[in-house]
């Protein structure tokens, strides 16, 4: 449609010359000057725009003015523009959602003109959580004082490929009523059985990840019961840790899922364990029904230290990254464990969607990094669910780091004012049983993230 076409032009032009310190300034603007603007735009611009309205005089009128605006130094006039076509779009764009919620196939953005622009428009959905100045004059981009687009940049988002799912209004019955999100995660076991393969290619050292067993009934059930017990606590997400997974997994749990559709109360959204398969190590997403939502990969190899030196994981980086949107909850990424710890790397999935969920399935013999990287995002109105796994324990043991372990998994809210429990950080502990070798395979942590 034009009017997204013309919307993320404007929003390219200002990013390109409004200079640095604008959107503060833009803040501050006296009320007389914009109600100047307001009042020149209103000529052209309704309040409320239909389909109905967008005819060929309108985008006469509305290019015209377009043009004039741009002449503009101080970047005032296409920045209030923006705002006013932000606003005017809200109906235009309760009909845009009900199309993009009625498949879980990717969704391309609202504008045509993204290669030209290197902006993409899409629905912002909101979350319970996030401020609506959320670090405004910290962001420098135009959607800090827009509320229904969500602008990406594709400065910001350099060669990463984005796509974007979008779930339906009541895709979470439970959140959608209470307005609280109850979130599982479970560290699985404290068995890999995993083996790794050492080899040296144009001489850099690398490791593949190798299963010792290939994937059983046995294996399935325990991965099925987690997920009961997770829907029997309430959980409408549920998370495992990295690279537990093995390849036949997600047809398996898709097909028990699908036959199971209304008879058992599953979570709505399933995190599985990652799999390293074939120079990937990715994360398959599905839903309560069996559905496939989203598969993302691993960018970032992990560095092993073994026998003096140090082996890349050898995995290939497809520099995809997938966002899930839900209304209530917003916007969410995976992040496979060193993806995490990359800290440029999140800053830039941050900046680039405004996400409010990380989800960070994770293998490592320690937390304390996770840490900075879940301050960073609580600051900013982004909450992250992070699981380990006591399979790492045996590796830990190796390098003398057991006590690292002695949280397996957190979950970090945004922060908030003082004494307000929802900015808690949210620890779970690993079991007495996880450094001793002993695990019954029980460990379930369920947690509520809720409007602050």
Known sequence: MKIYDIEADLCSHVIAKSGSGFYVRYGCLAKIAKDRIVSEIRKVLPEKLTKSDLTEKFYADLSVM???????????????LIEMIDAALVDILKEEIVRLESTLKPAAVLNSNR???????????HSVWERSSRLA???ARPDNYMRNLLLIDGEKLRTMKDKHVFLKKDFFPD???TGKLRVAA??????????????VIDDVQYYDVDYVHTYNQVYDDMLWGKIVKAGEEGAEIL????????PPMAASIAKRLKENAGKVKVPRLIFLPSVWDEGRNYVTVLTGEGELVAEQSK???????????????????DRKITIIHAEGIGRIAIIICKDFLTTQYVTQLMQSFKLTMIVVPSF????????????????????????????AMRFAKRLGKEDNLRHIGYIRKRVAKDGDSAQRLCVFPSCEGAAKGECDKSCLFVETIEAV
């Not at 290669?115 to 959905?125: D, E, I, N, S, W």
């Not at 960018?299 to 980086?317: A, L, N």
């Open 66 to 80: 377009v043009s004039v605006f741009k002449t503009d130094d101080t970047c005032y006039k296409p920045m209030v």
């Open 115 to 125: 290669a030209k622009t290197k902006v993409g428009l899409l629905p912002r959905f």
């Open 137 to 139: 004059e910290y962001y």
């Open 175 to 177: 959140f959608a009523k």
């Open 186 to 199: 479970t560290p699985l076991k404290n068995a890999a059985n995993l083996n790794s393969i050492y080899r």
């Open 239 to 246: 998370v495992f840790p990295e690279i537990m997974g093995k």
């Open 299 to 317: 960018q970032f190899p992990f560095r092993y230290f073994k026998d003096g030196s140090y082996w890349q994981e050898h995995i290939r980086r």
């Open 364 to 391: 490592s013999t320690g937390s304390y990094d996770f840490m900075k990287s879940l301050e960073l995002c609580a600051k900013d109105d982004c909450a992250v669910v992070w699981i380990n796994t006591c399979a």
